[in-house]
């Protein structure tokens, strides 16, 4: 159901009448406010943002906005550092989301007809969980491959005849890499994958659907704010769908917290408009994308972000100068030669920050040393430092079956 702005107002001033005597987090973190008094979106927009540290300081479970029998499930975020988040889920919530992921899949075309491989992991993890309830929901086969084992699931994609690829995108490379490597891309019946979020470059996306002869879906979601599922791009363009009738969706600048105008990119804050085992007020994403502005040719008014260009928290500065991963994947996409997959390492030797961009490449000697000199100088160009770039041959560079980490900072 798509709703307006009008509409998801509505529901906010509902969900903020009762939110104090539900949730012990809400009644502690906004005692300063007067709920009553919040009568417009500038109202609203006035009311702190949560982020993650503070859920991971109401561990393990002062999030909760229900009584404990009434939590039907939990899921924690992959927190590499220090106490993870816990997220309670009713059964409502649980139902939402599968409402959700399942909206998805026919978002992406897919039917009850389609045999769907889901190789992100379960467990604590949202992620091999939403799409297999997603797929249920549908009526369409889950194949719970879980993640690894690469081995295995080019079998069970052979034997089931999977029509539907659910993975990270860092997967699907590998995925893809392999069965070309095999050489059975004939013998699968792949039409089309579903993409975990994760920030990835035009160029990768493109070589995954070629190698892998599908069409690609980016799935947008966190576990703070069910999994994945709360939003996918349609046919018509990769930009995605927000589900209006569960997320309320703000763009604003990470350094100020104002809003930004539709087509900036600035820092998705999402506040749950159904969620009752954890209910969350303009929670902080981290992840960096724009609105875009219009409506889409395939008719749906839910609202339309852009691929996640980034992480606030990503961004590094190296010699004086700002830059977010999307800017360097974009030159090095640029960058006649270079693959896709890349590997960045700072380093600081003799006083001097040092950058230097591992990419793969098929071109060995001369021909590599003047891939490495073009891309000297259109970082020079485009972000005004000039990093050391270093071919290596294809394969050179990790693949990871979770997200896969490209910058690395050795500096701290
Ligand atoms: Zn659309």
Redesign the pocket.
Known sequence: MELTQEQQFEIILKQLATIKERSPFYAKKLADFDLDQIKTLEDFRKLPFTDKGDLREAYPLGVAAVPSEKIVRIHSSSGTTGTPVIIPYTQKDVDDWAIQVARCYEFAGITPEDRIQITPGYGLWTAGIGFQLGCERLGAMAIPMGPGNTKKQLQMMEDLQSTVLCATSSYALLLAEEIEKQGVRDKLALKKGVIGSERWGKKMRRRISEELNVDLYDIYGLTEVYGPGIGIN?K??SAM?IWSDFVFLEIVDPKTGDPVPDGEVGEIVLTTLQKEGAPLIRFRTHDLSRVVPGE?????KHP?IDIITGRTDDMVKVKGVNMFPAQIEEIIAFTDGASSEYQVMIDHVDGRDIMTVFFETEAVGDACTTIEENMKLLFKGKLGMTPNPKGVPVGYLPRSEKKTKRIFDNRY
């Open positions: 349609c018509a363009d769908h889409c040719e395939c008719g749906s339309r």
